[in-house]
């Protein structure tokens, strides 16, 4: 989609709101709160960002874009040169991390721009009056995004600000602790805190399947993609075999021998280049299937994943 900026504004210290319309006023396609978007931005560069407004609404996205410390383009190009009346090539809405209907309560923690999606969450939560409560944590005041929206909220969400905490992190034991029974956990956010909510989620004893996280990057210590043995891949509808070499991953692979898989993150982290696997063992190197996905071996995400076993057939 060709989408018209037509709002930008100043939601924190490097964090720029986003506002998408249709060129013609028309309707956008729906969303669930929680998806993200891709921009794809001058040089060929493209960005994931989460959606932070109602998913009621078909007349705009909104997008929070935090300006990353060592931008390779992106945020920068967002936060520098982009303004009101330019038009951007914009992905349709894609949901990897959602809220679960049937949960007792929505318990949220947020770290820095990691409030974008789980602001959506928390508007749909209020559109159909279900619990929920927000630990938001920031490095200092001036950089929680969206404070203003949350203000008249201020019984259900917990501000943790670094600066003002003299290095005390923040009680997530104690924050979980006082869901009820049957709640969710959300979090979105740094990578240490995501382990930290799942640690703290454990010792409390809340379900591995009730809590779920969205990564804005891989893990620091993610294995390179293109560092494994080589391995064979059969076409199952063609029949063509490929070799994958030991430093090539299995997309370059396909994409160097004519076969065109879409793609967006080449990260692992976007689930856009899904393939069927129908014969063979994966490797999984993604941050996005469950558990229970890659036990079962039905499926591998190309950019990153490899092979156990020494062939595997694609349903391509
Ligand atoms: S391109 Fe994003 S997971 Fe493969």
Redesign the pocket.
């Given at each position: 989609m060709k989408l018209l900026v037509t709002r930008l504004s100043q939601e924190a210290q490097d964090v720029l709101g986003l506002e998408l319309r249709a060129q013609d006023g028309a309707a956008l396609p729906p969303f669930t709160s929680g998806a993200h978007v891709d921009l794809l931005l001058p040089g060929d560069i493209r960005r994931q960002y989460s959606l932070a407004n109602s998913p009621l609404e078909r007349h705009r996205y909104v997008l929070g874009v935090g300006l990353a410390p060592a931008s390779r383009g992106g945020s920068a190009f967002v936060h520098q040169r982009l303004a009101v009346g330019d038009v951007l090539e914009v992905g349709a809405p894609r949901a990897l991390f959602g809220i679960d209907p049937a949960a007792t309560e929505h318990v949220f923690v947020a770290g820095g721009i990691g409030i974008t999606p789980i602001l959506s969450m928390i508007l749909w939560c209020e559109a159909h009056a279900r619990p929920w409560k927000l630990l938001y944590c920031v490095r200092t005041r001036a950089r929680a995004a969206y404070a203003w929206t949350l203000a008249r909220h201020h019984d259900r969400v917990q501000l943790h600000v670094d600066q003002e905490a003299a290095g005390t992190p923040p009680d997530l034991a104690g924050w979980l602790a006082g869901a009820a029974p049957g709640a969710h956990v959300y979090c979105c956010g740094p990578e240490g805190l995501m382990n930290a909510v799942g640690a703290a989620a454990g010792v409390v004893g809340i379900d591995k399947a009730a809590t779920h996280f969205e990564r804005f990057a891989p893990p620091e210590q993610a294995t390179p993609a293109a560092s494994a043995g080589a391995f064979t891949v059969v076409l199952h509808r063609s029949g063509q075999r490929i070799e994958v070499a030991p430093r090539q991953s299995l997309?370059d692979a396909l994409e160097d021998a004519n076969v065109s898989v879409p793609?967006?993150?080449?990260?692992?982290?976007?689930?856009?280049?899904?393939v069927p696997l129908l014969e063979g063992e994966a490797e999984h190197r993604?941050f996005?299937l469950s558990d229970e996905e890659r036990d079962s071996h039905t499926c591998i995400?190309?950019?990153?994943s490899r092979a156990r076993s020494a062939v595997l057939v694609l349903d391509l």
């Open positions: 997309l793609f967006s993150c080449r990260e692992g982290m976007c689930r856009s280049c899904e993604d996005v995400l190309p950019c990153v």
